[in-house]
């Protein structure tokens, strides 16, 4: 009987207890204010009459690079502040 008590005391000590509590966290990164503000709009055009060169290679490339910017920016801080699965 003793044996038995002993016995059992050694197996229970050896137990696992239940299965591991696993948890999952979402830490979401901080993004700057400057982030958070718009892209600049595109700058104003010239009183001056522009040759249509100009008009074409400059503020083309100035329209396209501010969309461009703004939907990057856009799009990251919504994903960000998108709620986690």
Do not use: H, Y
């Not at 009183?47 to 329209?63: F, P």
């Amino acid at each position: 009987m003793l044996m038995l008590a002993v016995s059992t005391v050694t197996v229970s000590a050896c137990s696992t207890p239940d299965k591991p509590i696993v948890r999952t966290e979402f830490i979401r990164p901080a993004i700057p204010a400057e982030a958070r503000q718009r892209c600049a709009d595109p700058v104003s055009l010239p009183d001056r009459a522009l040759k249509a060169q100009e008009v074409t290679s400059l503020w083309s490339r100035d329209r396209a690079g501010l969309r461009i910017c703004e939907q990057r920016r856009a799009s990251a801080v919504a994903a960000v502040d998108r709620e986690a699965p």
